[in-house]
């Protein structure tokens, strides 16, 4: 078990591992009542280290030990400790041999850490610290070793067996059995240690690098799944072009394998040579998978491809530096999506995810900076604020330095780092040294937390013909940090001239040829700036491009914003005009009687995008969206979820109801287009026809209803086929509504993911998911407590998307969550931490709901022996 004190790790308390292991030999007994796990360790002390006499201790959780011997002679039980969590060996000399053999029970793990099993087959999570659940390990980063993995396992049942690196031997054993032996060449921290054992079935496909070396590309998939591995080992095949031409990066192994488990707790891992994934992450099908499956399997086989080298080759010294592996490759995978699409589109949807949730950790209990300086349990800190705030930070020095210079700096941090273990100091010393600017300033981006708030205030003198802008910024209090010193803010501008255009930015009147953007540069609480030769009052476009991750307060008025959703030349930014002018006009609906008319100019603008063919329809996609509940909530102190939900409603019904004509036009001028194609023209046109297809049935149009059943039975994929089920559990047609979630389901019923979708989209209903539907979905015969993705389809959609039912006056949305968290913080702690994080920010709503997610909060607080998990989050939300 692991040890209930709860324990807080402080990055300065960081000291040097006092022994290195150089090699590592594992063997696996694979059985069905259990694993035999025998290690092998060449162990010496670190010459780096200052206790010359230290004992050795290693981790381990979960473990039975049973045997230990040093260079080979089996040690009397007086000669070392095993407490459990950590197994102490007295006396050793400078360089030794240890074995330890470890009984373990994969198939009664519940955590998903460590060896367990999924569906059948063996599968292994080591990050951050489930290596220690396998056999006992100095289990940190910093120490890495060559492992060689003998697997041997009952040969009809598991005909497969993978883990790291090369497989250089195999052969049979007596009772069926046989064995392969993997040896990985590369040094690597456990954490990127794995192991797969099942009957799977092979897909094979090959890459070219471009030193001409021949790579085996293969994907292992349960034989049901066979026909869902093109379109990962396509995207794939994408990312290793792509790092080869941006980043300069080669694939280093021999073979590539990608593995798809069912019961996974987060999205992928990034293993040395063998990727393993959740299924719903790497399996896709036309007439399985949206275009939203397919954009996310994309990215994320991009990014676990990407870690090769940031996080693998060059790894984190401690866990305090993981935005130095996520951060930098989230950036990677970004970069990546932009250029295999549009990418305004992809900015939108990145600043979109970073200003909804990312601004709401920050601005919470659990805020911390991009570095933290302590934790208590480090699989809570795999967060918004470490992989999408740290992307935003490696993308400001990509900003400051700009492209060259920007891979100069990471030619010279792979070159210099390879093989080691080190710090986002180092990434940034390397930035630094490459490109000869100071960072020193900028480096407060990784050491303080909060969102920065960048307020605008501007004059125009036209007489002097300078327009002035006047820019403060202030960082908010965070737990534990206060006072916070200026940041290094990289502020992009333009200003827009009477006709829209942009014009050159003179910052001294004697400058001639000026750019018509610029990257200011805040550095300090306050600035001015001025620009010259400005014949008319302009409209600023501020932070274009969303250039930082920050909150920019300026006095919009409504004439400016639409004025910018229509001509300026930042896609970024006239997006955003819409989308400000929307919540502008949503607020200042709240608690107003129903007759408050709604601002005219909202509906000629929507009606605009609708109609004019002129404009880039991947924009107008976006542009259509209004902004999320959990985006209105995010930006209102006191919010009161009831108001905003029904004032935004109201905003939506109207916009429906005023453009019906439009949306039906709408509709059929983006129809079904032929066989299904992932590609960027093909998904917008889908994402058009159906948001129309929402809207319509939104205000319950009975042509809608007609257009929404014949999408439903006849589409030839499941975007329009899942779109329409969609739009119908959203309207009032109650009928329809039973009769296509039944149809759905019996069609559906076999194929995990999409049982998963049918879970989603009924949690997340306002109309078809009361509490009440929601635990009837929870006593279905294809829920599983044991499946992290049906509980996040199930209890995590309904907290975190479906606002009206979670936040019900009656606190039964809170309640009926926290009962949930207890129960699974027994079987998955971290599954159940995560679940936590819709009531963290009790404070920040109306008075009404408070109470109740505070009294949740406490209730799970009052569980007897919680998990360092849960314990973390619960107690660091209530703390005054
Ligand atoms: N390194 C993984 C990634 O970002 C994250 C991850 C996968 C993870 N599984 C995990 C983190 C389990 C903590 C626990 O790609
Ligand atoms: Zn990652």
């Not at 496909?205 to 001409?212: E, G, I, L, N």
Request: charged content about 25%.
């Amino acid at each position: 078990m692991r040890t209930q004190e709860h324990r807080t790790i402080y990055l300065n308390e960081y000291r040097v591992p006092m022994f290195l292991v150089d090699h590592v030999d594992l063997r696996f007994e694979l059985f069905e009542e259990g694993a035999r796990v025998h290690s092998t360790m060449k162990i010496r002390r670190n010459p780096d280290s200052e206790d010359r006499e230290a004992r050795l201790e290693l981790d381990g959780d979960s473990l039975t030990l049973e045997t230990i011997s040093l260079n080979g002679q089996t040690l009397a039980s007086g000669d070392y400790e095993d407490k459990g969590d950590k197994l102490i060996v007295r006396e050793v000399s400078d360089e030794f041999s240890l074995t330890i053999v470890t009984w373990i029970e994969p198939q009664n793990n519940t955590r998903l850490e460590g060896l367990y099993k999924s569906s059948g087959m063996f599968c292994t999570q080591c990050e951050a610290q489930g290596f220690r659940c396998i056999t006992f390990f100095p289990d940190r980063p910093d120490v890495m070793a060559r492992f060689s993995t003998r697997i041997e396992a009952d040969k009809a049942l598991y005909p497969i067996l993978l883990s790291n690196g090369n497989d250089v031997e195999r052969g049979e054993l007596d009772d069926g059995r046989h064995f392969v032996t993997w040896e990985d060449p590369f040094p690597k921290p456990s954490y990127l240690f794995a192991l797969v054992a099942g009957d799977l079935v092979e897909k094979k496909d090959r890459f070219t690098t471009m030193s001409a070396r021949e790579i085996d590309l293969r994907m292992y998939v349960e034989p049901r799944n066979s026909e869902k591995c093109e379109h990962a080992l396509d995207s794939l095949k994408r990312a290793m072009r792509w790092d080869e031409e941006v980043y300069g990066r080669e694939y280093d192994l021999d073979i590539f394998m990608i593995v798809a488990v069912d019961d996974f707790n987060m999205g992928a891992m990034e293993n040395k040579g063998l990727n393993i994934f959740n299924s719903s992450c790497v399996l896709a099908s036309s007439d399985t998978a949206t275009d939203a499956a397919y954009q996310r399997i994309e990215a994320i086989v991009a990014h676990e491809y990407f870690h090769n080298w940031s996080g693998n080759r060059v790894t984190c010294r401690d866990w305090f530096q993981l935005s130095l592996k996520e951060g930098f490759t989230v950036f990677r995978d970004s970069q990546f999506s932009s250029d295999m699409g549009s990418a305004t589109v992809k900015r939108i949807e990145d600043a979109t995810l970073l200003r909804t949730a990312q601004f709401a950790e920050d601005a919470g209990p659990m805020a911390h900076p991009v570095r933290p300086a302590s934790y208590m349990e480090i699989t809570n800190f795999y967060t918004l604020t470490i992989y999408e705030k740290g992307c935003e930070v490696v993308g400001m020095i990509h900003t400051l330095l700009g492209p060259e210079l920007f891979r100069k700096g990471s030619d010279l941090y792979f070159e210099r780092h390879d093989g080691q273990a080190v710090t986002t100091d180092d990434f940034v010393k390397a930035m630094e040294d490459a490109s000869g600017r100071d960072l020193t300033q900028f480096r407060l981006w990784y050491e303080q937390a909060g969102t920065p708030v960048i307020s605008v205030e501007d004059e125009y003198d036209a007489e002097r013909k300078v327009y002035r802008l006047n820019i403060r910024q202030h960082i908010p209090d965070t737990p534990g940090q206060r006072n916070k010193k200026p940041q290094h803010i990289p502020f992009a501008v333009g200003l827009l001239n009477e006709r829209g255009e942009d014009q050159p930015l003179k910052l001294d009147a004697s400058e001639n040829e000026a750019p018509t953007e610029r990257v200011l540069e805040l550095t300090e609480a306050e600035h001015t700036f001025e620009f010259h030769d400005i014949e008319a009052r302009p409209v600023p476009s501020l932070l274009r491009n969303f250039s930082a991750p920050v909150r920019v307060r300026y006095a919009w008025t409504r004439e400016q914003l639409m004025f910018q959703m229509n001509y300026d030349s930042d896609g970024f930014n006239r997006w955003d005009a819409g989308q400000r002018l929307a919540i502008d006009v949503i607020q200042s609906l709240v608690h107003q009687p129903s007759e408050t008319p709604i601002e005219p100019r909202l509906v000629a603008a929507y009606g605009h995008l609708l109609t004019d063919s002129s404009l880039d329809q991947a924009m107008v996609a976006k542009m259509l969206q209004l902004p999320s509940e959990a985006y209105l909530l995010e930006l209102n102190d006191a919010a009161d979820v009831q108001g905003i939900c029904e004032a935004r409603t109201r905003v939506l019904n109207h916009l429906a109801l005023n453009l019906r004509e439009e949306l039906v036009a709408c509709y059929h001028r983006n129809g079904d287009s032929g066989p299904y194609q992932p590609t960027p023209e093909a998904m917008t046109r889908r994402t058009l026809r159906n948001s129309a297809l929402g809207w319509l049935l939104q205000i319950n149009d009975e042509e809608g209803r007609v257009l929404a059943l014949k999408q439903f039975r006849e589409a030839g994929n499941m975007t329009d086929q899942s779109a329409a089920l969609r739009a119908l559990v959203n309207s009032d047609f109650e009928d329809d509504r039973a009769r296509a979630l039944a149809d759905f389901y019996q069609q559906w019923q076999h194929d995990p993911q999409v049982v998963e979708q049918w879970f989603s989209v009924q949690a997340s209903s306002p109309k078809a998911g009361g509490l009440d539907a929601v635990k009837a979905l929870l006593e279905h015969k294809a829920f599983d407590w044991k499946n992290p993705n049906k509980i996040r389809a199930v209890v995590g959609v309904f907290a975190g998307q479906n606002l009206i039912n979670f936040h019900a006056r009656d606190a039964s949305g809170y309640n009926f969550l926290a009962r949930h968290i207890v129960r699974l913080d027994d079987s998955n702690p971290q599954i159940a931490a995560r679940l936590v994080a819709p009531l963290t920010r009790w404070r920040q709503y109306a008075e009404t709901y408070r109470h109740g997610m505070k009294a949740a909060l406490e209730s799970v607080r009052d569980k007897a022996s919680l998990s360092p998990d849960v314990y973390e989050v619960v107690h660091k939300s209530l703390a005054d």
